[in-house]
């Protein structure tokens, strides 16, 4: 059940480390055992300097941009009810999955391989990637306020959040969407069925974003949790009912 998240452990690593310890933690990382063996060209430097990915057509507001984080297991309904979201409360809604699809399939998208690989092998993809597409995304909007979908999943990328984007934004709360296994399970497999396109619909892929999402994503939840920082919303009912929770949360956050 995702529901385990009470016997994770409440200290996770500190943050902030510098650079040199991020740089560290990379040689260690599965990124760097597949580029050091599979893609050698492709390293924490390439991922961290280069510009593909960073050249917004927008300068980001003076005002800073108010941001959500949501998160919850494969199925639990993050996209469904941040549409929702959307509609009510006039929120941008950046996907990280999708941010990451859509790079993947980019023409000429030097990170396209990496990213498919990571995607269906069911691992979180490299910080330093996703936080580029996010900023970017934010800044061609134009938008103040953001809903960031799937993020952080793991401490590497809060920390990556954290040197990059946490001076530029306001973070208000973490929405945190908690469904039983067997619910998510049979949801992704559903939408997979259903045509949705997407190559980790399948249980194979479940198996291992499961797992992932276990041992990364969770320990991230608890340590917003300690910090007072979690909207915890029962998601198991349907869409409606799950939606009218959501909107007690922003209404009472301030939001109209």
Known sequence: ???????????????????????KQFQHSQLYNYNH????????????????LIKPKYR???????????????GA????????????FQFEHLSAGDLLREERSREGSEYGQLIEEYIRNGKIVPVEVTCSLLENAMKNSGKSRFLIDGFPRN???????????SDKTEMQFVLFFDCAEDVCVKRCLGRGQSGSGRSDD???????RIQTYNN????????????????????SPDADKV?????????????Q
């Open 37 to 52: 063996n599979i893609c050698s060209k492709t390293n924490y430097l390439s991922l961290h300097n280069q510009a593909s």
């Open 77 to 88: 309904g993050k996209g469904t009810q941040c549409s929702k979201i959307v509609e009510r």
């Open 60 to 74: 980001m507001s003076s005002v800073k941009p108010k941001v959500v984080f949501v998160l919850g297991g494969p």
């Open 202 to 208: 399948n249980m194979e892929s479940l198996k291992k």
């Open 1 to 23: 059940m995702w529901r385990a998240i009470t016997r994770i452990p409440k200290s996770l690593d500190s943050l902030g480390q510098g650079v040199t310890v991020l740089h």
């Open 243 to 255: 939606f009218q929770e959501v909107e007690r949360v922003f209404i009472a956050n301030g939001f």
């Open 216 to 235: 990364d994503s969770l320990p991230i939840i608890k340590y917003f949790e300690n910090a007072g920082q979690v909207k915890r919303i029962d998601a």
């Open 155 to 165: 401490q590497d990328n809060l920390d990556g959040w954290n040197r990059q984007m």
